[in-house]
C-alpha cells in the first residue's frame, strides 16, 4: 500500500552528474518531511539532504553541498536528487526517506534516520574511472 522506490542510480565518472528519483505511493510527499541518506559498504548511514515540509526549504550536508540539488514534481508525487560534480567518495546507496513530522524538537526537519518511517529500497551510485 506504501511505497517508495527510488530509480536512476549506476555507474558515472569522477565529475559526471546522475539524478536520482524518489516516487511514493500511498501518500503524499508534499505532506511529508522528506531525506536522503546513503550508505557505503562498512560505513555508517549518512545524511544527504532534509527538505522540511515548510515552504520546501532543503538543508545539505556540507559533503554535497553546492554539488547535489533536490527538487520535487508535487502533481508526480516525486522527489529529485540532482547530483552534479560526482567524486569517488559519493559512492553509496541512496535511499529516500519520509516522515509524517513536520518538526523535530523544535527543528523543522531532522537528520537522523530513526525519524524517517518510510524508506526506499535504495539505489547503487557508484563514481569511478
Known amino acids: 500500500q506504501v511505497h517508495l522506490v527510488e530509480s536512476g542510480g549506476g555507474l558515472v565518472q569522477p565529475g559526471g552528474s546522475l539524478r536520482l528519483s524518489c516516487t511514493a505511493s500511498?501518500?503524499?510527499?508534499?505532506?511529508?518531511?522528506i531525506a536522503w541518506f546513503r550508505q557505503a559498504p562498512g560505513k555508517e548511514r549518512e545524511g544527504v539532504s532534509y527538505t522540511s515540509t515548510y515552504n520546501d526549504i532543503t538543508y545539505y550536508e556540507d559533503a554535497v553541498k553546492g554539488r547535489f540539488t533536490v527538487s520535487k514534481d508535487n502533481a508526480k508525487n516525486m522527489v529529485y536528487l540532482q547530483m552534479d560534480s560526482l567524486k569517488p567518495d559519493d559512492t553509496a546507496v541512496y535511499y529516500c526517506?519520509?516522515?509524517?513530522?513536520?518538526?523535530?524538537?523544535?527543528?523543522?526537519?531532522?537528520?537522523?534516520?530513526?525519524?524517517?518511517?518510510?524508506w526506499g529500497q535504495g539505489t547503487q551510485v557508484t563514481v569511478s574511472s
Open positions: 526517506a519520509a516522515s509524517l513530522q513536520r518538526s523535530f524538537q523544535g527543528l523543522v526537519v531532522s537528520t537522523s534516520p530513526e525519524e524517517y518511517e518510510y
Open positions: 500511498g501518500f503524499t510527499l508534499a505532506d511529508h518531511t
